[in-house]
């Protein structure tokens, strides 16, 4: 018997955009998906925000239902695709899409079509705007792809969606140990019998140097970082960007293996005091005016000073602090003004010793789940690219 071809075709004549319009309170939606709900390559959304009680605002207008897949139409390059399992609301620039002809096009195959990198590439190409890049409908139904047969496009989706269930049971480890981190930061400072200091007493507290037109170009070029590259313990790395540290100005801006960087302001005064430990990952490099350094002393332990600035962070001492209404800010002189504690250095090592367990059970999961999405979508290049994929998707994985 002969195999079913594979066909081109173009994705607006088998996908349409669904422009369903609510009154989310007069439906009775209960939540609500806005783009900080939708992440990057996961087509899970695990969380919402809740209808009642939110102020949302007149753009907050478009219904989605189960089996309905949501892409945000801004700033594409960040890949933000979700398939819905329950109904909501979502705002008019997150598209709503589903298949137009479920008898070519399985509603289950549909959002690893968008979730593979040709769809990407393409609708980024026709993305408007340099400052919040937006693309429109009638550029992405422009994309061509390669679809299965039937047989063939069930055969693929329910391997790709073995893979995303593995990845939600690894994502709800994960959750769970940070959890579990948070709950120890909370429980290994908890102790009112410490001698307390002001941060500048136990170590040094310097902002980072102002970015401006006169040290964009010079002879000292060297890299430094930014609030894009400090996450909460750990500093990304793939974007960091240059600017001219004279000999001076290095002397001064250089960090040091062990040094604490914490983000000095943000639009979300959560995020406020955001720390990570630079442990010399790029040679000759420095840090910026929105970021400040924490040079430990000798009487404090540079990672003991990291997990009180994370328990700072994260239950709220540093956002009660901060200044500022718009960008919420936590100048230098601020934080060295508050209290830090200061118990031996041996009570320091042991709890920096159950800091690091929980670190390590965290960066573990978090890094199998990162293999299984890579795996993930490599596989799913691989299988739609069209007829012989699948041997070639065994070698790749």
């Known amino acids: 018997m002969q195999q079913e071809a594979w066909r081109t075709v173009r994705f607006g004549s088998l996908v349409r955009q669904v422009k369903e319009s609510t009154d989310p309170m007069a439906d009775g939606l209960e939540r609500f998906v806005a783009g900080e709900h939708m992440d ?6 695990s969380r919402w925000g809740e209808v009642k009680g939110s102020s949302l605002g007149p753009a907050f207008h478009r219904r989605f239902r189960p089996g309905q897949v949501l892409y945000g139409s801004r700033r594409t390059y960040l890949r933000k695709v979700s398939y819905a399992e329950f109904d909501g609301v979502c705002a008019n620039t997150t598209f709503v899409a589903e298949s137009a002809e479920p008898g070519e096009l399985l509603p289950d195959f549909l959002p690893f079509v968008m979730t593979a990198d040709p769809f990407h590439r393409h609708s980024e190409s026709w993305s408007r ?11 992405i139904a422009k994309y061509e792809f390669p679809l299965p047969p039937l047989s063939e496009q069930r055969r693929i989706a329910d391997l790709l969606w073995s893979f995303e269930r593995a990845a939600r049971v690894k994502a709800t480890a994960l959750k769970a140990a940070r ?13 009112p019998e410490w001698p307390v200091r002001r941060v500048d007493e136990a170590g040094e507290v310097q902002l980072g140097m102002k970015r401006e037109p ?9 890299p430094y970082l930014r609030v894009a590259n400090v996450g909460d313990d750990q500093l990304s790395l793939d974007d960091v960007l240059g600017m001219n540290f004279d000999s001076d100005a290095f002397a001064k801006y250089a960090l040091r293996p062990k040094d604490v960087l914490l983000v000095e ?27 400040l350094r924490f040079r430990a002393g000798g009487e404090v332990l540079p990672e003991f000073a990291l997990g009180w600035f994370r328990r700072c962070q994260h239950f709220g001492a540093f956002a009660r602090v ?19 504690p200061v118990p031996p250095l041996s009570v320091q090592r042991r709890v920096v010793e159950r800091l690091e367990a929980a670190r390590e059970l965290r960066t573990t999961l978090s890094e199998d789940l990162a293999r299984t999405r890579n795996l993930m979508q490599r596989t799913l290049n691989v299988l739609l690219q069209g007829p012989g994929a699948s041997a070639d998707a065994a070698t790749a994985a």
């Open 265 to 291: 302001g943000n639009s979300s005064r959560n995020q406020v005091g955001r720390a990570a430990m630079y442990r010399g990952e790029i040679e000759d490099c420095c840090f910026q005016m929105t970021l």
């Open 322 to 340: 901060s200044a500022g209404t718009n960008i919420a800010h936590l100048p230098a002189g601020l934080l060295s003004a508050q209290p830090i």
């Open 129 to 139: 705007g340099s400052v919040n890049p937006y693309v429109n409908w009638p550029d």
């Open 40 to 45: 990057s390559r996961q087509l899970h959304i």
């Open 214 to 222: 006169k040290v964009h170009e010079g002879t000292d070029l060297r």
């Open 179 to 191: 959890q579990a981190e948070l709950a120890a930061l909370a429980e290994l400072y908890d102790e």
